[in-house]
C-alpha cells in the first residue's frame, strides 16, 4: 500500500475523530459566542477533511489497478463518514429541523446516485484498464512473434548459406579427384612409354653388339 495514502488516511482518522467530539460537545454548549467559536471550528475541520479526501482519491487513482480497487474501497468508507460528519454539522447550525431532515434525506438520495454513479465509472475505468493491459500484452506477443519469425528467417538463411558451401566444397573435391585420377593416368602413360623406350634402346644395343661380334669372328676367322 501507498506511504502517502497511509498519511493520509491516518490525518483523517484523527481529523474525523475530533470532528465527532466537537459536535458532540456543541450540541451541550449554551452559550451563543461559544457555538459560533465551535461551528468555525468544526467549518474548519471540514473543510480540512475535503481536502485529505481528495488528495486521498488522487493517490489511490495513481497506484496499479489491483491496490487501486483496496483503497477506492476504502476511500468510499471516509467519503460516507465525511458525508455524515457534515449532515450532523448542518443539523447543528440549522434552527429549523424539520427542514434539515427532509434536506439530508434529498441529500442521501443524492449521495447514493452519485455513489451508484461513482462505482459504475470505477468499474468502467477498471474495465478499460484491463482492456489496455491485455492490448499491450498481444502487442508484446505480437512483437516477440515477430522477432522470432525474423530470428527463424536468419537461421535459415545462414543454414542455407552453409548448405552452399559445403556444395561448393563437395564440387571443388570432386575436381580435386578428377585431377588426380588424369594424373595418374598421364603418369601411368609416361611410366609405360618409359618402359617401352627402354626396351628399345637395349634392343638396339643388344643388335650392335651382335653385329661388332659377327664383324669381329668375320675378320678373325679370315
Not at 3 to 27: D, H, I, M, P, W
Request: a neutral charge.
Amino acid at each position: 500500500m501507498s506511504e502517502v495514502f497511509e498519511g493520509y488516511e491516518r490525518q483523517y482518522c484523527e481529523l474525523s475523530a475530533n470532528l465527532s467530539r466537537k459536535c458532540s460537545s456543541t450540541s451541550l454548549v449554551s452559550d451563543q459566542e461559544q457555538k459560533v467559536q465551535k461551528f468555525s471550528e468544526i467549518k474548519a475541520g471540514l473543510d480540512d477533511a475535503d481536502v485529505l479526501i481528495r488528495k486521498m482519491d488522487l493517490e489511490a487513482r495513481s497506484m496499479q489497478p489491483s491496490v487501486k480497487a483496496m483503497l477506492l474501497a476504502k476511500l468510499r468508507e471516509y467519503k460516507s463518514d465525511l458525508t455524515n460528519l457534515k449532515k450532523e454539522f448542518k443539523r447543528l447550525t440549522s434552527p429549523n429541523a424539520d427542514e434539515v431532515a427532509r434536506e439530508e434525506l434529498l441529500e442521501t438520495g443524492m449521495a447514493d446516485a452519485h455513489l451508484a454513479s461513482a462505482d459504475q465509472r470505477e468499474r468502467l475505468t477498471m474495465s478499460v484498464e484491463r482492456l489496455n493491459h491485455s492490448g499491450e500484452r498481444i502487442r508484446e506477443s505480437h512483437r516477440t512473434l515477430l522477432e522470432t519469425e525474423e530470428l527463424g528467417v536468419s537461421i535459415l538463411q545462414d543454414l542455407h548459406n552453409q548448405r552452399e558451401t559445403l556444395l561448393n566444397s563437395h564440387k571443388r573435391l570432386h575436381g580435386v579427384d578428377d585431377a588426380i585420377d588424369k594424373s595418374k593416368k598421364v603418369l601411368t602413360t609416361m611410366s609405360r612409354r618409359i618402359t617401352r623406350n627402354k626396351w628399345i634402346v637395349a634392343s638396339v644395343i643388344g643388335a650392335l653388339v651382335f653385329a661388332i661380334v659377327v664383324i669381329l669372328f668375320y675378320k678373325l676367322s679370315r
